[in-house]
Every structure is written in C-alpha cells, then in structure tokens.
C-alpha cells in the first residue's frame, strides 16, 4: 500500500530559513533542496508519522515534514 505521503509529493515545499537549515544539516549543495528531498523519499526505507510531522529515513537522512502544510521543515543526518 502506497504511504498517504507519497501520494502529496507534488505539494512538498519548504521556506528560506528550511533551505539554509537542509544544506546546512545535510551537506548537500543541491540548487532545489525540495527535489533533493522528493528524490530521497521516493528511495525511501522508512516513512513514520508521528503526530503532526512525517518522519522519513533514507540513505542515511532523516526528513521532517508537517504533515498538514506538507512544509519540508528539516533535514539531517541519521544517528540511528
């Protein structure tokens, strides 16, 4: 069964400050930081939600969306 998530990718978003706090978390020097993100929660291995926020695992990353506006609000690495 497909992740309710997945099903809203196109609608997936972020603000000035979530695009300094993505590179900045992440390392990553991708121009669209929200198509980095679609493109590692497509290869997603985990996609939890908890409460108001999506939490989604993926090639060693953590993304956090709010699951009502569907605003990336971060991005990190994952030490689990």
């Known amino acids: 069964m497909m992740n ?3 099903t809203k990718l196109d609608r997936l978003h972020t603000t000035e400050l979530g695009i300094v706090r993505i590179k900045r978390n992440t390392g990553t020097d991708a ?9 590692l929660i ?6 939890v939600r ?7 695992h993926a090639d060693g990353f953590v993304i ?5 506006s569907l605003t990336v609000i971060t991005a990190h690495r994952d030490e689990r």
């Open 31 to 39: 121009e669209d930081v929200v198509a980095w993100c679609i493109d």
């Open 4 to 6: 309710e998530l997945m």
């Open 42 to 47: 497509k290869r997603s291995l985990e996609i």
């Open 50 to 56: 908890r409460g108001k926020n999506w939490y989604v």
């Open 64 to 68: 956090t969306i709010n699951a009502f």
